[in-house]
């Protein structure tokens, strides 16, 4: 399934538990938990392009499934990890103490942070 896209921010749970879990400043919680965030994917193959726009801050990161890679995170640190494929609609990839589970879905993209038994689910519609 190709994950190449647009996809606007539809609804997500636990936004603010899982920041401060994150140890995201308040300021910068409370400035996006109410953003709509956009979220572009290019993939060619197993390579794939992902920029994250929320407000003002963008993250961007490309990978290669299997390859090791740096990552942006959300509090602007980076981070190495392999993104692993799941079939051919679900990649996963682990960021320290987070677990990101992204899945496409028909036209949704639905991503799944857990840190601990905390778990922020995020469903974008595609756009």
């Known amino acids: 399934m190709a994950f190449s896209g647009k996809y606007e921010l539809e609804s997500h749970?636990?936004?603010e538990p899982f920041m401060k879990a994150i140890e995201v400043p308040d300021e910068l919680i409370q400035k996006g938990k109410d953003l709509k965030s956009i979220t572009v994917i290019v993939q060619n193959g197993n390579d794939f392009k992902v920029t994250v726009t929320t407000g003002s801050n963008v993250i961007h990161n490309e990978f290669t499934i299997g390859q090791e890679t740096d990552f942006a995170t959300i509090t602007g640190n980076k981070i190495k990890s392999v993104v692993t494929l799941d079939g051919a609609n679900k990649f996963i990839?682990?960021?320290?103490?987070?677990?990101?589970?992204t899945e496409l879905s028909e036209n949704k993209?639905?991503?799944?942070?857990?840190v601990g038994d905390l778990i922020y689910k995020r469903i974008s519609k595609r756009i």
Do not use: G, R, Y
């Open 93 to 101: 990839v682990k960021l320290k103490s987070v677990t990101s589970v």
């Open 13 to 15: 749970e636990n936004f």
């Open 109 to 114: 993209l639905i991503d799944t942070l857990t």
